[in-house]
């Protein structure tokens, strides 16, 4: 009677113990999840990290942004929309973790999601699953909506617009039909100063017909050998230009690239025209027209234009394609170093976030270089449907001159979204993937889903002293 008296009490005692562990437990989730939504902390190591890395700590707790923004801080960065993005994914993550617990009290858990509680798997496919109710927020739809559209017209509707402000809407999206004026002002194009701004436009734009009448409408036989080789590629790579997108295929739109490109080439002796460069045009282009234009590309033609607004169309595209590409000339000189560079780096930052992927990618003898190349040259253009691409551009040109760095987070996120994937094929069909990522049906959910996760990255890993150790 005494020893059941005694086991009865010991069981008792350990189930006490039991509940307040898991009390405990559920407490401190609790806290984190407060915390997390009043802006306390950021769990990005129980997300981010797949083994414990001891450099991690050497993070600064503010997360510091980079020198191009200096009140460091993801809400001076990014937008409320991306932090509620970021937010969601974040407590998805905890609610999942509190439900487990009450399973646990409850006797109900099995024995994967056991494993799930104690391992957190945190594989970048697996950050995607918890979000998707997050990612039915379209960018379309945050981009049109009218507290947006309120905030980017105080912006704009100034005597002189504040640039800072104005990127930190753009970075997560510009309604339509202010893009052609927002994109002017990111790059510099057009001044900040509303009453110098038609002043300065018509300028650029009868400089540019100058460049035109002295480089392009000339013969042949007043140009160099190498100019006729350069105008021939140029003119071979104008029809292969997004080649999925027919508003391209019409024989004047071909044209004004060619001038375009070719005036470009012809006054950056030091790089010259480079393949991809055609592609950087292409946005430019599209937006452009879109002052023009009604409805979507499809029903476009240029055939309708007058030949003065298609030479405003053309020098805007050309003015705002050598500000984009001043800040990054080495990209596309002799070998292409900058390219390169960004590469290594990109093969660092993958080893970092996600050792598996990195590992298993090195293990078939795959190179970074066969498959991020292109995406340097081309700024993944090549990558995701067209459709999608000027609203990837409205990040681009928010970063300003932090541009080529940030890059290489956003095509870590972009890779890392088939980070399972990526691990079960062999050398052969990881080449034959990564150059036909199945991206066609990617809508703007998945698309601000690499950027979020690229901002995240980018908060957490670029100011570590480690960061990019061998």
Partial sequence: MMNNTNRSSEENQRKKESSVSLDSRFNQTLK??????????????????????????????????????????SSDRVTKEVEAILISIFTHHYVSLLKNFMEEVQGTSNANKNTNVNKLKTSTSNIENTSKEVQKSAMGARATDSARVMKFTKVLSGTTVVLENLRELAWSGVPDYMRPDVWRLLLGYAPPNSDRKEGVLRRKRLEYLDCVSRYYDIPDTDRSDDEINMLRQIAVDCPRTVPDVTFFHEPQVQKSLERILYTWAIRHPASGYVQGINDLATPFLVVFLSE???????????????PEKISNIEADCYWCLSKLLDGMQDHYTFAQPGIQRLVFKLKELVRRIDEPVSRHVEEQGLEFLQFAFRWFNCLLIREIPFHLVTRLWDTYLAEGDALPE????????????????LQTLDFQELVMFLQHLPTQKWTHAELEMVLSRAFMWHSMFNNSPSHLAS
């Fill in 32 to 73: 984190n999840v407060q915390g997390l939504l009043k802006g306390r902390s950021i769990p990005g190591k129980i997300l981010l990290t797949r083994r414990s890395d001891p450099s991690l700590q050497e993070l600064s707790p503010e997360y510091e942004r980079s020198s191009s923004f200096k009140d460091a801080g």
């Fill in 292 to 306: 023009y234009l009604e409805g979507g590309m499809d029903n476009w033609s240029v055939s309708n234009l007058s």
């Fill in 406 to 421: 940030f890059l290489v987070y956003i095509f870590a996120s972009f890779l890392l979204t088939w980070s399972d994937k």
